[in-house]
């Protein structure tokens, strides 16, 4: 096949790659926004390259006439996540969505695969525009813990160096790495109640904090300046010593200050 019409088919992969990192960053920024812990750390997403597209074609035996039908994670996403608890969260939420439609799923956080490797596998199809119309793709969906994406990276430069004759040495450390995952995941979900915590009062803080300074700068506008350098000092004060509900109480009468100023209509 010609490279430009390589280009061709594997742009609109390229676009539903772009789209939906979009709308997975969006979903943390939602969960953030209310103040509550998004059960999405990171998502990052890749268009697979011509060689390996090839390369898989090869090696399962597929016609490469039919390779788009066959190879269904030519666009892949990842999305990672803090806890195992996470996981599951994530893929309620890619089930109850509109957009795309799950085709098949694969457990490997409760089948680990011989190699070591867990993730949860979600194949859904997806549909772009371009301009020949619409076009349903397939995209694969790779949900995992942090711990289980540094094996995983780790294990997959390896198997690329080794191809197939990674020697058993290696094979051996790798399998007792993913068993110490799997403890390193259990003793983090231990812990997970009150590390949310911690990252929700650290999210609700700062979101109080963005809210205040926000008035501070209305105010600025419309007020007496130098009764705005006095909240300015207030609040100062308040911020250091570090009391979240004396910054809420701030905060409630810093709005009804703006209210009354109208300053809120600036925003
Ligand atoms: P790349 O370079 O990430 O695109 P299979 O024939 O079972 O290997 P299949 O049937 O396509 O693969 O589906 P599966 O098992 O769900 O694997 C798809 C992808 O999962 C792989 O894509 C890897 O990204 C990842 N994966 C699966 N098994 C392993 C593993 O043992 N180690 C690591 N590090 N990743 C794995 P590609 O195309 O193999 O690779």
């Given at each position: 096949m010609e490279i430009q019409l390589w280009r061709e088919i594997l742009d609109p992969y390229a676009l539903a790659v772009n789209e939906l990192i979009v709308k997975f960053n969006h979903i943390i920024e939602e969960y953030h926004h209310v103040g509550a812990y998004s059960p999405i750390e990171q998502v990052t997403g890749r268009v697979k390259t011509i060689s390996s597209i090839l390369e898989k074609a090869q090696k399962k035996g597929i016609d490469l006439e039919y390779f788009e039908e066959k190879i269904d994670d030519i666009a892949g996403i990842r999305i990672i996540c803090q806890f195992v608890e996470d996981i599951y969260k994530v893929v309620d939420i890619i089930k109850r969505r509109s957009d795309m439609r799950v085709k098949s799923e694969k457990n490997?956080?409760?089948?680990?695969?011989?190699?070591g490797y867990r993730s949860y596998h979600i194949i859904v199809a997806y549909n772009v525009e371009t301009l020949k119309g619409t076009k349903e793709l397939q995209v694969e969906i790779q949900i995992r813990t942090l711990a289980m994406n540094f094996w995983a990276t780790i294990e997959h430069s390896l198997q690329y160096k080794?191809?197939?004759?990674?020697?058993e040495h290696i094979r051996e450390r790798l399998s007792s790495a993913a068993e110490a995952v799997l403890i390193l995941d259990r003793e983090m979900s231990v812990v997970r109640d009150e590390i949310m915590d911690a990252q929700n009062s650290f999210t609700i803080k700062a979101n109080i904090v963005a809210d205040i300074l926000t008035n501070i700068q209305n105010l600025y506008k419309v007020a007496n300046k130098q009764e705005v350098i006095k909240i300015q000092d207030e609040f100062f004060r308040i911020y250091q010593n570090g009391d979240q509900e004396e910054l809420e109480r701030f905060n409630r009468e810093l709005d009804l200050l703006s209210q009354r100023y109208r300053a809120q209509s600036l925003r």
């Open positions: 490997y956080i409760n089948n680990m695969k011989k190699s080794y191809k197939q004759n990674m020697p």
